[in-house]
C-alpha cells in the first residue's frame, strides 16, 4: 500500500519561493502519475501538476505555468513542487497524489502541507 507524506509548506511574501517534498513509501509503478493538487479554503479542490513516473513528462494547470516545476527523483521515491513567484492566490492546502492518469481526483492521497503567500 502506497502512503504519501508531504512536508516543505510554510509562510512566505508574494513573490517568493518554496519546494515542497512528497515522501512516497510503497512500489511505484511505471503507470503510475504522481500529481500535485491544491485547496483554498471554501474552494474545490484544484489540480496543479503532474509528473508520470515511467518517463517524468510533466504537465502542468495553466494558473501554474511558468512559476512551478514539478520533478522527482526516482531512486529516493520523491516527488517534488518547486513554486516560485508565488502570489496570494496561491494559498491553499497542497496535496500529494498517487494516480494511474492525471488529474482525475482519485487515488492515494497524502495529509497535505498548507502554503501561505503573504501580500
Known amino acids: 500500500q502506497v502512503q504519501l507524506v508531504e512536508s516543505g509548506g510554510g509562510l512566505v511574501q508574494t513573490g517568493g519561493s518554496l519546494r515542497l517534498s512528497c515522501a512516497v513509501s510503497g512500489r511505484l509503478f511505471s503507470s503510475s502519475v504522481m500529481n500535485w493538487y491544491r485547496q483554498a479554503p471554501g474552494m474545490g479542490r484544484e489540480y496543479v501538476a503532474a509528473i508520470r513516473w515511467s518517463d517524468s513528462r510533466t504537465y502542468y494547470a495553466d494558473s501554474v505555468k511558468g512559476r512551478f516545476t514539478i520533478s522527482k527523483e526516482k531512486a529516493e521515491n520523491m516527488v517534488y513542487l518547486q513554486m516560485d513567484r508565488l502570489k496570494p492566490e496561491d494559498t491553499a492546502m497542497y496535496y500529494c497524489?498517487?494516480?494511474?492518469?492525471?488529474?482525475?481526483?482519485?487515488?492515494?492521497w497524502g495529509q497535505g502541507t498548507q502554503v501561505t503567500v503573504s501580500s
Open positions: 497524489n498517487k494516480d494511474s492518469s492525471i488529474a482525475t481526483q482519485r487515488g492515494v
